[in-house]
């Protein structure tokens, strides 16, 4: 029997994952979460062997999640399930330890494939987008990404400061390097383009 967690901030979303899951014969659904702490504390607590997770969530992100998995260097392998079809997110999820990317589009049956090569210690991706996610590299460091970020919902230099606990000086010179390195006109510009191209 595989043991599966399940990770979505959609309440309903998170339900019909479930019972998809349970349809299956070989799955087991042992722990179900609502953001990324929670999913994080299911994994360490119930110690499933696949954790389906959506990117973004409340709290932690689920390529958070997946970072923290690895750092600890637990067993659990890591799915990420989303909507987001941006070779950026696939490259970043890799990066961070997850073992397969699936859209929420894809046909149901492909779920419970997906989890039992994940569990076999292959990997579930698609091939349209893996192609896709080694053609352009993310330029961003992860400090720009967070600065760059904040910088994208309206936050000033000085809110950005203090959030990550950074001189102002600081802030403006991981702005302006994101912006060079993205060929924007400005800190706005430029958080719209990383985020096209899933880099945010």
Known sequence: ??????????????????????????????????????ALE?????????????IEMPEMTGLEVAAEILRRRLPTRVIILTTFARAGYLRRALDAGASGYLLK????????????????????????????AWTERD???????????????????????????????TVRNYLSDAIAKLGAANRIEAARSARAKGWL
Do not use: C, F, W, Y
């Open 139 to 169: 330029p961003l460091s992860d400090r720009e990404r967070q600065v760059l970020r904040l910088a994208g919902e309206g936050a000033t230099s000085a809110a950005i400061a203090t959030r990550l606990s950074l001189s102002e000086g």
């Open 42 to 54: 299911v994994v360490v607590s119930k110690a499933p062997d696949v954790l389906l997770t959506d």
């Open 1 to 38: 029997m595989i043991r599966v967690a399940v990770a979505e901030d959609q309440a309903m979303v998170l339900g019909a994952l479930a019972a998809l899951l349970e349809i299956e014969s070989d799955l087991e659904v042992v722990g179900l979460a609502r953001d990324g702490r929670e």
């Open 105 to 132: 589009d894809s046909p149901a049956e492909d779920l419970a494939n997906a989890v039992r090569r994940v569990h076999a210690g292959g990997r579930a991706v698609d091939p349209e987008l893996a192609r896709e």
